[in-house]
């Protein structure tokens, strides 16, 4: 499938940016909120982002024309949702290294980065205003993603359940990640409110697909049952832990690995549904 590596980046970067929407929620909702927290939800964001920008560069045949993004922002989706991609992926790591020297002192090795985060930390109310500054990315980044899918020539992805699959994503893998790292509350919330509207929805939209283009439709039952059953499996092991005296985090991580397979599915299937209509 040469769509795979968009597939790996869509779901990736999906996932990437509800960790930082939610770590920037939280950061926002809380007056004594658990910096270390924020900081390692952050960090894996970080992480994942430069995992799906080298898969990405398959796609691409070559890492080095990405660069050719300057001349299309503004006019080209593609351009865009990749330029918000950095801009998400530089803001994030200048949350990430303030936080990093705002809680170690690392003697001389690093005395000028450190320096100067130590003096941009005393901006008043910064930390604030970065976190919504990582929120509007988090979000503008996913709807950069459904303009470059949103397109016109093709019927099966120009309807609003493209924009309701990239935030659906996002929700229940950014918040099934957010538990796995601690963030219990507002993860799970947000857990349980895209998993849920992924499932009430997918019979509806199997049928508007169908109606488009029925052939096409009728060969990605398996990967949209596959997509269903595994959310369903996943959202019991998240009950089930959330009913024990101690949750655990095992658990967790099994439930994010289900989550993860899922949306990789619903994407290839969604990628499959690919169809010029003449």
Not at 193 to 216: Q, T
């Amino acid at each position: 499938m040469h769509e795979l590596p968009l597939v790996f980046f869509t779901v990736l970067g999906q996932l990437a940016a509800g960790m930082v929407l939610i770590s920037s929620l939280y950061s926002l909702s809380c007056c004594s909120h658990s910096a270390i927290a924020i900081y390692k939800m952050n960090l894996f964001a970080l992480i994942i982002m430069a995992i799906a920008m080298f898969i990405a560069s398959f796609h691409l045949g070559h890492p080095f024309r990405a660069l050719n993004v300057i001349w299309g922002i503004g006019r080209s989706p593609m351009s865009n949702e990749i330029f918000t991609f950095g801009l998400l992926f530089g803001m994030t790591l200048v949350c990430v290294l303030l936080t990093y020297f705002f809680h170690h002192n690392n003697g001389n090795k690093w005395l000028l980065i450190s320096s100067l985060c130590q003096r941009i930390n005393r901006i008043p109310n910064l930390h604030k205003m970065l976190s919504f500054l990582l929120t509007i990315l988090s979000l503008v980044f996913v709807w950069t993603i459904v303009l470059t899918y949103m397109l016109p020539t093709v019927k099966t992805w120009n309807t609003y359940y493209t924009a309701i699959q990239m935030y659906t994503s996002m929700l229940v893998l950014g918040g099934i990640a957010a538990a796995v790292l601690g963030l219990y509350r507002i993860g799970l919330i947000l857990f349980f409110i895209g998993a849920i509207f992924i499932l009430l929805l997918k019979i509806p939209y199997l049928n508007l697909m169908a109606l488009i283009s029925p052939e096409l439709t009728a060969k990605q039952h398996i990967w949209m049952f596959i997509q269903c059953a595994l959310l369903a499996i996943a959202l019991i092991l998240v009950i089930l832990n959330i009913c024990q005296s101690k949750q655990s985090t095992i658990i967790y991580v099994l439930a994010f690995i289900f989550v993860l397979i899922a949306e990789l599915c619903g994407r290839i299937a969604f990628y499959n549904l690919w169809t010029i209509q003449m």
